[in-house]
Structures are given as C-alpha cells and as structure tokens.
C-alpha cells in the first residue's frame, strides 16, 4: 500500500443505463474535497454472560456507501449532478453549444448514476448512485462553488481506471451570477439582476435506501419530496426585502451563470417565499441584510417547483 496526499485521488461518475448496473466512467470530477466512501449499520450483542463487559458480539447488518464531494462549478460536470438530482436525463438539441433542458420528474426513482474513485491503491465503482442534494454558494472575488451529497451501493473493486482531465468545461466565477426577481415568470427576462454581496441555494431530494430483510445491501435507493432553499445578502439600502417577508409576498426567481454564449445555466423558480429577514449593523461596515427564500410549487399556474432548468455547453449529450 502507498502514502499519498488526497489531490492524487479522482471521482469518475457515468450515466447508469439498467439501475444498478456499472457503466465506464464517461467524466472526472475535479474535487477539493472527497469524503464519500464505504458505510456500514450494526447491531451488537449486550445481553448479559455474568461479566461486566457491555459487549460480547458486534454484526454488520448494513452496507452502503454515502458522504459529499466538495468542488468548484463546471458546466460539463453539472450535467450529471442536474440528472441525478432532477430524476432524468435531459433532452438535448442545437449544436456548438448544445442545450440541454432538464424536465422535473415526479418518479421517485431517479436516474441513477456509477461513481468511481482512482488513487494510487484503490479502483472503485459505486452502484446505483443517487444525488441527494446540491448546495451551490458564490461571494465577491470567488469562485462559484458546489457541494453534492451522494447515496449508492457499497463500493466493488473495478479494472484499473485512467483519470483524464482535458474535457472539464467552462467554469463558473462569482461574475457569471445573476439573480433576478418579478412578481411572474414572464416578468423575470425584463428584470434587473440583484447587486448580491452572498449568495446560497441548496436543492435537496431525501432520497433514502429501500432496505429489506435477506439482504445486507439496499435493493434500491429512492427519491423523496424535493425542496429548493436559500439565502440572499445585500447590502441594507431600503425596506424591500423586509417587506417581502412581512407582507406574505410570492415572486418568481431566475438564478443564472452566464460564463459566454457557450457556458450557461438557467434555473426558473415560478412561486418563492421569503423568511427570516435578518439586518446587520456592525459599526465600521456598511450595513447589509440576508433574507432566505423557499421555492414553492406553483398550483395555480400548474408549473412545478423548478420550472426550467436548462445547461447551455459543448458537450453534445448526457
């Protein structure tokens, strides 16, 4: 076995065709931190044999793999998480730069996706892999960062993997963000982007393992009830934002990266809530504010939670 620092460490991920079935990597994630692996659930044996040992027998009766992977926003890799977040793959038209539109699906079985993970002594594949939340944050002078969590099967040894990292895409910087507000969805295309000093969103899917006795392994891993949250920082110039909160205001919001004509990604939310108005007033700082925002489904206009999301790229299909 060898010594070796984690940046020599790669996180493949690929499309599975059949649930549960490995398919090659077909795309590297850079990462900057990587903490999915192998996990287990036990049970131990605590009944007494006239010692005072509090244990006498410990069983796996659980095994899985779960964790996050930190890393910097690429569009290329947003594809994957966005179809395994989004439950299906996109349907993909045009041609340099091809767009890629995601439709929400109410299936509680995702898409599912194989993980691999290369180092100097492990090739793993991880099964049946499903993305069970995506949080994305940007500030001034940084860049836009993501963290995904993932759920999958226990980790199997595979062939000897060949990490490449020529194909990684555009990446999205903190001057690619715009955010926008309108009291609709057709109102957003003719509104001013906010001048944000934080901003944060997480999407998450609860998704959970379908576990079943006569097996140590989850037979599947399913999607739950879906929820798109976040927060947003200006700086404290009038009463807006505190209002939205006290009045019970619904708007819709686009949050969109635009890195040129080729790196885009448009999401749409048609009915968002706002909570928790809080100001800051530190004394040698110009004061500012953060509210959250909570997406809604739009009953009404019949448009769900996300109501577009759409990856704009070179790469030519998911």
Known sequence: MTKFIGRRGSLGVAKEASRGTAVAPAYWIPNAKMSFFDGIESASESQGLGNIADQDSFYVTFKMAQGSVDAELYDTALGYILM????AAPVTTGGSPYT?????????????????????DRNYAFRLGVIDSLKITAAPKGMVEYSFTIKSRKSN???????????????????????????????????????????????????????????????????????????????????????????????????KFVNGANSILQLQFPRVSFSQWTPDFTLNAISKQKINFKANYDATNGLDIISTAVLTNLKTSY
Do not use: C
Request: glycine share 8%.
């Open 100 to 120: 890629h539109t995601f439709t929400l699906s109410q299936t509680n079985t995702a898409q599912t996706l194989t993980f691999y993970w290369k180092d100097p």
């Open 157 to 255: 040894d595979w062939g000897t993997l060949s990490p490449t990292f020529t194909s990684l895409g555009s990446k999205f910087l903190h001057q690619h963000v715009q955010v926008r507000l309108a009291s609709s969805i057709g109102g957003l295309s003719g509104a001013s982007k906010l001048n944000l000093t934080n901003f944060d969103m997480t999407i998450n899917r609860n998704s959970m393992f379908d576990e079943t006795m006569g097996t140590v392994e989850p037979i599947d891993i399913l999607s739950q009830q879906l929820s798109v949250e976040g927060t947003l920082e200006l700086k404290l110039e009038d009463e807006t934002y505190r209002n939205l909160m006290r009045d019970n205001t619904y708007d819709a919001m686009e949050v």
């Open 84 to 87: 395994g977040l989004l439950g």
